[in-house]
């Protein structure tokens, strides 16, 4: 099992089979999803409308007629230096003013054409517009119907939800006041870097305490967790724990995976019904705010609260850490592996801290 590491008490598991969350609460439906919802709006799509044509001007189609009379008048000109007969000038002036006329008559024909299918376009555009905007509009109060009808189902699921979600951390509730509590405040040395953490804690969560000591059962001695976090509504308690690899001052493997002692400690915490989350020093001081995301996905899976997690949603998700051996520690001691991420938390005090029962 990899760090993050998380206990669940027994109880704690028996209670969420017992009673699941409501359906819109573990599908993620808020209030928040329901103003997006509220947001409605259909959008209106245009329809294209015809593109004018490109045609010749009227003044130009005019200088068709200019360069014909100046033609009428340049040819017989010519005819006569030519010394052409009168009656060949009269059939030169004739065919070139056929073709101008032609030529006129072909140019103006072409663009009454254009402009007339342009007008017709025109018109049927008009018309496919006022059909279109009739049937969107006949689309918009369907789908605005139907979204009525689906914005009040999600309403009415909503308080449906929260009623149930009450309902059940009450009954949460009574079952956390069998939760063993704490009997004071530990004098285990803290470092620094749990300091800082207790900030961030502090930060997202109401009800956080650093080094409350509980004793054990038969004992004259007791544990201090490094910090309890209560969910105030269900009365859900954390027991958040810090390891590192080796002490500070002794240099001694602490909470290595091939020993028993943090085994008998979660134990002990879970038969109190405390939920036991376990970080590597390094994952606090590198990645706070990942970690206490990590609490608040705890908290939402447990009891439905998604208020905390939602303040931390865009934060990345905490890398696992693979735990270590004695044999690790030992090696990581050597080498002053702590050192490598508390070199900016004042190295003495951070790398000085007591283990704790």
Known sequence: MNYPIIFYPKVVMQFCHQYPLPE?????????????????????????????????????????????????????????????????????????SCLIAAAYSYVFGCRQKLLSRYKQQILEYKQQNILFHQHLSSNK????????????????????????????????KDLMSLRVSSKGTSQARQGV??????????????????????KIPSSQRSYSADFTVIHTPSGLGIDVEIDEPYAGKSKKPTHCCDADRDMRRNQL???????????TEKQVVQAPLSCCKFLAIAIAFVTGDR???????????????????????????????????LSGFGVGSACNRVSKF
């Open 193 to 214: 870097s749990e300091q800082r953490f207790l900030q961030y804690l502090q930060q997202y969560f109401e009800e956080v305490v650093q080094a409350a000591e509980f």
């Open 269 to 279: 915490f879970l038969e109190w019904n405390w939920i036991v989350v376990r970080f």
């Open 24 to 96: 819109a609460t573990s599908s993620c439906a808020t209030s928040s999803q329901l103003q997006e919802t509220q947001q409605f709006e259909q959008p209106v799509v245009l329809l294209t409308p015809p593109q004018p044509p490109v045609v010749l001007p009227v003044k130009l189609l005019w200088l068709i007629w200019v360069f014909w009379l100046y033609g009428a008048i340049a040819l017989p000109l010519l005819a006569i230096s030519w010394g052409w007969l009168w009656w060949e000038m009269l059939l030169v002036v004739a065919a070139y």
């Open 307 to 341: 208020s905390y997690l939602k303040q931390l949603e865009t934060e990345p998700d905490l890398l696992s850490v693979k735990p270590w051996t004695t044999r690790e520690a030992r090696a990581m001691a050597k080498s002053n592996y702590r050192l490598t991420y």
């Open 141 to 172: 109060q369907q789908e605005f119907s139907n979204f009525k009808v689906e914005k009040e189902g999600l309403q009415t699921g909503l308080k449906i939800a929260k009623l149930e979600l009450d309902s059940r951390n009450r009954a949460l």
